[in-house]
T-cell receptor, first 110, second 115 residues
Framework: AQRVTQPEKLLSVFKGAPVELKCNYS??????LFWYVQYSRQRLQLLLR??SRESIKGFTADLNKGETSFHLKKPFAQEEDSAMYYC????????????FGPGTRLSVLP | DTGVSQDPRHKITKRGQNVTFRCDPI?????LYWYRQTLGQGPEFLTY????????KSRLLSDRFSAERPKGSFSTLEIQRTEQGDSAMYLC?????????????FGPGTRLTVL
């Protein structure tokens, strides 16, 4: 069965420091991977997806099929990056195959 | 606001009562999803609709849960004979149909507390 793990419940970094939020997955086929973010008092929203290969708000994520990982990275953290981050996986068909990880709370300290 | 809306935002009920939640998706979106989120966990898929058809339902969903989308627009999620374990945030999301990985837009959620 597909599964997404995020080993850190809480990650604290200082402003300007690099950030890496870890995500590992298990899936037998070729998954689509996503990062969702939830800022304080806001809705859950898509941050980026691996197929787009884009950088959003300075964040990037590379799918490593060998290590089954999709870590989220940003070279210089900003205080406004403080939020809850969820890694998610989808198979070719929606529904049961769309699985979220437990989330990592990022706290960027001044 | 043209985003996904959910009503009510909060619901407190006693064990054994029935509750119903409503979700209004973004108007041009064909797909609508329901998720449940408990403390410390990510959203867990419950069910989804394409237009009025309920295409998939989680195996974890008991028969006390039922969802409808009668006209392919808004959807309702009903929980019968609520239990304390049903206490959670219930999230609704919608997306277009163009492909399976289209962006899901989430609503603010309905927080259910079962006493």
């Amino acid at each position: 069965a597909q599964r997404v793990t995020q080993p850190e419940k809480l990650l604290s970094v200082f402003k300007g420091a690099p950030v890496e939020l870890k995500c590992n997955y298990s899936y037998s086929g070729s998954p689509e991977l996503f990062w969702y973010v939830q800022y304080s008092r806001q809705r859950l929203q898509l941050l980026l997806r691996h197929i787009s290969r884009e950088s959003i708000k300075g964040f990037t994520a590379d799918l490593n099929k060998g290590e089954t990982s999709f870590h989220l990275k940003k070279p210089f953290a900003q205080e406004e990056d403080s939020a809850m981050y969820y890694c998610a996986l989808s198979g070719p068909r929606y529904g049961q195959n769309f699985v979220f990880g437990p989330g990592t709370r990022l706290s960027v300290l001044p | 606001d043209t985003g996904v809306s959910q009503d009510p935002r909060h619901k407190i009920t006693k064990r054994g009562q029935n509750v119903t939640f409503r979700c209004d998706p973004i108007s041009e979106h064909n797909r609508l999803y329901w998720y449940r989120q408990t403390l410390g966990q990510g959203p867990e898929f419950l069910t989804y609709f394409q237009n009025e058809a309920q295409l998939e339902k989680s195996r974890l969903l008991s028969d006390r849960f039922s969802a409808e989308r009668p006209k392919g627009s808004f959807s309702t999620l009903e929980i019968q004979r609520t239990e304390q374990g049903d206490s959670a945030m219930y999230l609704c999301a919608s997306s277009r149909e163009l492909r399976s990985t289209d962006t899901q837009y989430f609503g603010p959620g309905t927080r259910l507390t079962v006493l």
